[in-house]
Nanobody, 124 residues
Framework: QVRLVESGGGLVQAEGSLRLSCRAS??????MGWIRHAPGKDREFVSG????????HYSDSVKGRFIISRENAKSTVYLQMNSLKPEDTAVYYC???????????????????WGQGTQVTVSS
């Protein structure tokens, strides 16, 4: 059974940084990533990384500011968020699935999994 546990969210001022972590169990060789959900908005793909780390994707809204990485030995994926903006405020969910494509479309397969989410709030 897949279990994803996020940590690292919090309150930060604009232009600040945060690092989210997601410790996984039972994911095998899945791709992992992050999807966020802000109040009143649709869920939005943020970033995804393949199991090998050789393939990464970012949404246009975070490209150049966020960096995704993973340490398979620790079963952990990270999201380094820099130059944060108030519009980055959302609940960030760690996700795992066979491929990144399902994360980009925010439509995980039947084998996909979600974490419980961690709140990120950026004040202006």
């Amino acid at each position: 059974q897949v279990r994803l546990v996020e940590s690292g969210g919090g309150l930060v001022q604009a232009e600040g940084s945060l690092r989210l972590s997601c410790r996984a169990s039972g994911v095998g060789s899945y791709a992992m990533g992050w999807i966020r959900h802000a109040p009143g908005k649709d869920r939005e793909f943020v970033s995804g990384i393949s199991w090998s780390g050789g393939e990464v994707h970012y949404s246009d809204s975070v490209k150049g500011r966020f960096i995704i990485s993973r340490e398979n030995a620790k079963s952990t994926v990270y999201l380094q968020m820099n130059s944060l903006k108030p519009e980055d405020t959302a609940v960030y969910y760690c996700v795992a699935d066979f491929g990144i494509e399902s994360m980009i479309s925010v439509a995980l397969s039947e084998f996909g999994s979600w974490g419980q989410g961690t709140q990120v709030t950026v004040s202006s």
